[in-house]
């Protein structure tokens, strides 16, 4: 058996993160999001302020390539005149447009809850960013 409570089961990255902030002596909500390398080829983005960085251009892309659907679907309903070069609206593209649209709020995800615990470290007394 696990010492795990029952109810709602923590996965593989929640498990190293609580791990991590109980080796820091800090609260998971004081730790924020999973600072360690395992499962990242490059050292990994974990400050508020790259999260935020992410998120922004994040959403920046999701924004541009809606608008360049929603120009396409426009064109190819007669609302707009067509263009030359103009690649015909296929219902597929909504779909991974759609799936698409869970990284930046993933990562808005992420930001929110490394500056609530950018704020519970500071509060403490402890430094903003954890390495």
């Known amino acids: ?3 795990e409570p029952k109810g709602r089961r923590q996965g593989y990255y929640a498990r190293l993160s609580e ?9 998971p909500e004081e730790y924020g999001v999973y ?3 395992k499962g990242s080829f490059v050292l990994p983005v974990n400050s508020a302020g790259g999260l935020l960085f ?3 251009t994040l959403t920046a892309i999701a924004v541009a390539v809606g608008v360049v659907l929603a120009v396409i679907a426009a064109r190819d309903a007669g609302l707009l005149p067509p ?3 103009s690649t015909p609206w296929e219902p597929y593209m909504w779909v991974v447009y759609v799936g698409f ?3 930046p709020v993933w ?3 992420y930001y929110a809850k490394e500056r609530r ?3 519970l470290r500071i509060s403490r007394g402890l430094p903003r960013t954890l390495r």
Do not use: H, P, Y
């Open 1 to 3: 058996m696990t010492d």
């Open 19 to 27: 791990a991590d902030a109980a080796s820091r002596g800090l609260t």
């Open 35 to 37: 600072k360690g390398r």
């Open 54 to 56: 992410i998120s922004i």
């Open 83 to 85: 263009d030359e070069k």
């Open 101 to 103: 649209l869970a990284f």
């Open 107 to 109: 990562s808005w995800f």
């Open 117 to 119: 615990a950018q704020k």
